[in-house]
């Protein structure tokens, strides 16, 4: 990360997107959550040498996209940037997997190709899956929704904390940083000499923040969990969105969408 | 050291969810049952500190490069090892969500490889172990190293084992951890120092809050060593059964679609063919056309029937698998294109 104010931006802007207003905002976000997990988990399902049958699922971020009313340009390029670290660790499959599997006229391709595509495929579908269920739902909304679910109420309390400090938290690491950096020349001065009571300050500044935080929650009555006035409905509409896609990622698991449309298409060109 | 959900297999990814949530669970009754109101903020805004501290970077002299703080270890010897459990789990759960960290499936992995190792190996059974009542400062720089360096090969160890377990990657297994094991040496040396500086700070500002940690609760320490041990075994038992069953077959929803279709595992680009449209798939494959590999037809007459169809098929299906590509993609496309249209024009019609 350049410039940590940079990444918070970044940040704040994904958050924001939470607070759209269109049918897809609306929904009760388990709806949302448990649609998005059962795609992560139809995706990496698939064997290491798939790739064609991966291609029909993006079918999910960009409709979640284009109905959501998300910037896609924005969302392309943090998909984009993480691809590089998938193929980081793709490429070790060419270099060891030699088995020819493809040929296409005198292109022999080789297993290790196909599978280091798969692994970026793959990367990008469930990274933007991931992406696109934050900017539909919003975090707080995830933590009620995975609560709802089952998930403990003390870790709940712990993620929406978290949330709430780390944009105040963040600020004041990158204020530290700056001023480090306006003090240091070159590098000089930015070494662990300084690191570590930089960082040291920060937590101790951090755990007397963590104190008047709970006296002022002592103060308001606090008794061990948030309490929210919420309405969750799981009705007609997010009953459909889940087993609507459900049934979609179903279908092409099962099936290779993508090799019958080609197959049909070269058969009608043939 | 996130990994990600393209290299994990279903039944990995869903065994180390399965663990974590349930470290998560023991961890939140653990925390809960403490009653002590203090931690709950505490935990909230450690998080967020290691997350703003993970961003400010440290030059490493001589090499050019820079190290951060990885903070495992540090919010254990702070937190103690349920509450440091919860606290990292949730900045991971951040990471995955906002900064695509290690995908959700992931999550389950990267929670027990950075957290379950700092909170409940290396805290009770070598920091705390080690360091004694009032320890000195070199017994504190070498105790807290030690830890950061056993912590960051641990870790790396889970990595390669559910990478390979998940079968994705192909690294042969000794290839992968040699990659992996001296990187982290390094990394951990950088992650030792860190903590050292950080704690020895602490320890001159305000003292007391290291102690208080240290000595929050003697009592729950037979307790952790159990559950530490349950958890151990239930790991290498889904470990053992994960991966005996990964290198038969890739995984148990693979194996069962497999026995659904009837079509076999690897056979890659031909394994969706839809029964109906079979016919048609064999009548592309054996068009001239399309078929770039006559020389192999000629002298294929020899070859078994099953190997010549499978020698036709293959050029046929993967010119297939590519129009059906882009003709798929530029679906997906024009599809999202199509609806954020509307969308926007309903927008503005409602204006």
């Known amino acids: 990360m350049a410039s940590i104010d940079g990444a918070l931006l970044d940040f704040k802007r994904l958050d924001r997107l939470a607070n759209g207003d269109t049918a897809l905002h609306r929904l009760d976000p388990r709806a949302k959550v448990l649609a998005t997990l059962f795609f992560i988990v139809s995706v990496v399902s698939f064997g290491r040498y798939e790739l064609s049958a991966l291609i029909p699922f993006f079918v999910f971020p960009a409709v979640l996209v284009g109905l959501g009313d998300l910037p896609a340009g924005y969302l392309a390029r943090k998909i984009a940037l993480l691809c590089p670290f998938a193929l980081a660790v793709g490429m070790f499959n060419p270099v060891f997997d030699r088995t020819v599997q493809l040929h296409l006229g005198p292109l022999a391709v080789s297993g290790g190709w196909i599978s280091c595509a798969s692994i970026v495929v793959r990367a990008a579908l469930t990274v933007a899956a991931a992406l696109v269920l934050v900017a539909l739902t919003g975090f707080p909304a995830i933590c009620r929704a995975m609560e709802r679910l089952g998930m403990p109420n003390a870790f709940a309390v712990q993620l929406i904390f978290l949330y709430r400090y780390i944009f105040v938290l963040t600020e004041e690491g990158g204020r530290a940083s700056r001023a480090r950096d306006l003090r240091s020349c070159g590098n000089k001065g930015q070494g662990l000499g300084s690191y570590g009571p930089l960082l040291g300050t920060l937590l101790l500044r951090t755990w007397m923040r963590a104190e008047r935080v709970h006296m002022a929650m002592l103060a308001r009555g606090f008794t061990g969990s948030f309490q929210t006035r919420q309405q969750f409905r799981f009705g007609a509409a997010e009953l459909l969105y889940l087993f609507g896609w459900s049934a979609l990622f179903l279908a092409l698991r099962l099936h290779n969408a993508t090799q019958i449309l080609g197959s049909l298409v070269t058969g009608i060109f043939s | ?351």
């Open chain 2, 1 to 351: 050291m996130h990994m990600a959900d393209a290299l994990l297999s279903p039944a990995v990814g869903g065994g180390m969810w399965a663990v974590s949530a349930g470290t998560i669970a023991y961890c939140s009754a653990k925390v809960r049952r403490e009653l002590d109101d203090r931690k709950v903020p505490l935990m909230g805004v450690l998080g967020a500190f290691l997350f703003a501290a993970q961003m400010i970077n440290f030059s490493i002299p001589g090499t050019g490069s820079s190290g951060h703080l990885g903070g495992g270890l540090l919010l254990a010897i702070l937190l103690g090892p349920s509450a440091a459990f919860l606290t990292i789990a949730s900045v991971l759960v951040v990471q995955a969500l906002f900064f695509a960290d290690g995908g959700l499936l992931a999550l389950g992995c990267n929670i027990f490889n950075m957290g379950f190792f700092p909170a409940f190996v290396l805290f009770p059974l070598f920091y705390r172990r080690w360091i004694g009542p009032d320890p000195s400062r070199a017994r504190l720089t070498a105790v807290t190293m030690i830890s950061a360096l056993i912590g960051l090969q641990l870790g790396p160890f889970a990595v390669v084992l559910e990478t390979l377990a998940s079968g994705i990657s192909s690294l042969p297994f000794t290839t992968f951890l040699l990659l992996m094991q001296p990187i982290h040496l390094a990394i951990g040396v950088v992650e030792g120092l860190v903590t050292v500086a950080v704690v020895s700070f602490v320890r001159e500002a305000r003292p007391e809050i290291l102690l208080s940690a240290l000595e929050a609760r003697p009592i729950g320490n037979r307790p952790v060593r159990h559950v530490l041990l349950a958890f151990l075994l239930l790991a290498v038992i889904t470990g053992g059964v994960v991966s005996a069953f990964a290198s038969k077959n890739p995984d148990g929803l693979e194996w069962a679609i497999a026995r659904v279709t009837g079509s076999a595992q690897l056979a890659g680009p031909q394994r969706g063919l839809h029964r109906t449209l079979a016919l048609l798939q064999e009548k592309t494959a054996i068009l001239p056309d399309y078929n770039f590999r006559k020389p192999v037809e000629k002298g294929g007459a020899a070859l078994p029937e099953k190997g010549r169809a499978d020698q036709n098929l293959l050029p046929a299906t993967g010119i297939a698998g590519i129009v059906g590509t882009l003709i798929t993609l530029l679906l997906v496309f024009l599809s999202g294109f199509f609806l954020k249209k509307r969308s926007v024009r309903k927008v503005y019609g409602l204006n």
